[in-house]
Structure formats: structure tokens, C-alpha cells
């Protein structure tokens, strides 16, 4: 079946490390993102790419660091820089030329844990 | 300037009635797009409805209906029929052209359903 795969679920972190969240997908979508989410808010954009080898900035991105190296893939990085990592992180796909609703597909999501 | 208000942080709706959840949207753009995403308590984000901005007929799906109201720049989800599974946090979303087909978020609407 196609579908976005994220990885781990729940992952627990020491303040100062650095943790590295798994997003894949194939479904062929051209545009991947990353969104964070607090409790009782809404998804706040952390980075997106449209193509390989290409990434931008989100409203969010200062702790963060990702990279696209293949199509399928899109791994967020959660940096010992970000202050307050605790949260919901989804990732989610989408065409990147709008073709019928052009909604975007998103991951089961992986809950971090700053202990 | 917010491009997505959800003015309704909390609704209640009695089983079996419809109700209505608001959104309202800011854009510059022709070109966009309006969904609404349903998440419920486990986190996964589901597409209910897309509706696009050269549309005339208000989108449908089932028991979503999309209000669209071009010159109010609205677009506010209408369930019917309300069943206890409805129960969830309801996001509105755009996506516009001109921005690289970003997609933002409201803050969301918590729908609990009353037996």
C-alpha cells in the first residue's frame, strides 16, 4: 500500500543530543514537509522540499536541520540547539504540481520526549 | 496577518444533529485551494474535503459539506448527522499558488459529539 512511513512513534531524548526522525514515502509525491505540533495547537511548518536537493526554511526551523537526498525520503534532525523539542512531529507529501486536490498525505507521526 | 482563522476553539453537537465549523482565510492569489483534515485523539491527520477556489459548486463528501463563500473568504465545514465518531480536532487549510504551494493551518476546532 502507498503511504508516508515515519519513524520512531515515540522517542525519548537527553537534553543536549541530537535525534533524527525517519520520514518515507511512496506514493511518487514530489513535495515533502515537516510540521510541528504542541498540545492544543495547531501544525506550525518546520521545513518543506519540492524537489531533491532542495529544501526551505519553514516558521519554525531554528533547531532543525534536514536533508533530501532521495525522493522518498525527507529526515527532520532535531538539534541540541532547539530549547523546547517536546512535541508532535508529522511529515506529510504532496504533489508539487497541483493535480486534482493536490491535499497533502501525512504520517502516523512521532511523539519526542525531552526528559 | 493569519491566512487561516478558526474562531471556534471548543463545539458540542448532540448525536444524529449537524453542525458547522468555521474558517475563515486571507490570500492575494487566484489560484488556491481550502481542505479540511480531521485528527483524531491517536494523532493520524485524515482528508475530508477539498475545495477549489474556481469551483462553483460546494464540495461533498459523504456527510461533509464544504460552505463556500468566495467573497466572505469562508469556508466553513458542515457535518450532518453527527456521530460519536466525529469526535476530533477539525483544521482548516489553504494552499495557495504563488507561494510555492505552501499549505497553512488554522489553530484548529475541538468537535465533541454528546451521546
Known amino acids: 500500500d502507498g503511504g508516508i512511513t515515519q519513524s520512531p512513534k515515540y522517542l525519548f531524548r537527553k537534553e543536549g543530543q541530537n535525534v533524527t526522525l525517519s520520514c518515507e514515502q511512496n506514493l511518487n509525491h514530489d513535495a515533502m514537509y515537516w510540521y510541528r505540533q504542541d498540545p492544543g495547537q495547531g501544525l506550525r511548518l518546520i521545513y518543506y522540499?519540492?524537489?531533491?536537493?532542495?529544501?526551505q526554511k519553514g516558521d519554525i526551523a531554528e533547531g532543525y536541520s534536514v536533508s533530501r537526498e532521495k525522493k522518498e525520503s525527507f529526515p527532520l534532525t532535531v538539534t541540541s540547539a532547539q530549547k523546547n523539542p517536546t512535541a508532535f512531529y508529522l511529515c506529510?507529501?504532496?504533489?508539487?504540481?497541483?493535480?486534482?486536490?493536490?491535499?497533502?498525505?501525512f504520517g502516523e507521526g512521532s511523539r519526542l520526549t525531552v526528559l | 496577518a493569519q491566512k487561516i482563522t478558526q474562531t471556534q476553539p471548543g463545539m458540542f453537537v448532540q448525536e444524529k444533529e449537524a453542525v458547522t465549523l468555521d474558517c475563515t482565510y486571507d490570500t492575494s492569489d487566484q489560484s488556491y485551494g481550502l481542505f479540511w483534515y480531521k485528527q483524531p485523539s491517536s494523532g493520524e491527520m485524515i482528508f475530508l474535503i477539498y475545495?477549489?477556489?474556481?469551483?462553483?459548486q460546494n464540495a461533498t463528501e459523504g456527510r461533509y459539506s464544504l460552505n463556500f463563500q468566495k467573497a466572505r473568504k469562508s469556508a466553513n465545514l458542515v457535518i450532518s448527522a453527527s456521530q460519536l465518531g466525529d469526535s476530533a480536532m477539525y483544521f482548516c487549510?489553504?494552499?495557495?499558488?504563488?507561494?510555492?504551494?505552501?499549505?497553512?493551518f488554522g489553530t484548529g476546532t475541538s468537535l465533541t459529539v454528546i451521546p
Open positions: 506529510a507529501s504532496s504533489m508539487r504540481q497541483t493535480r486534482g486536490t493536490g491535499e497533502l498525505f
Open positions: 522540499s519540492q524537489i531533491v536537493n532542495d529544501f
Open positions: 475545495q477549489g477556489s474556481y469551483d462553483e
Open positions: 487549510a489553504m494552499r495557495e499558488r504563488y507561494t510555492g504551494n505552501q499549505f497553512y
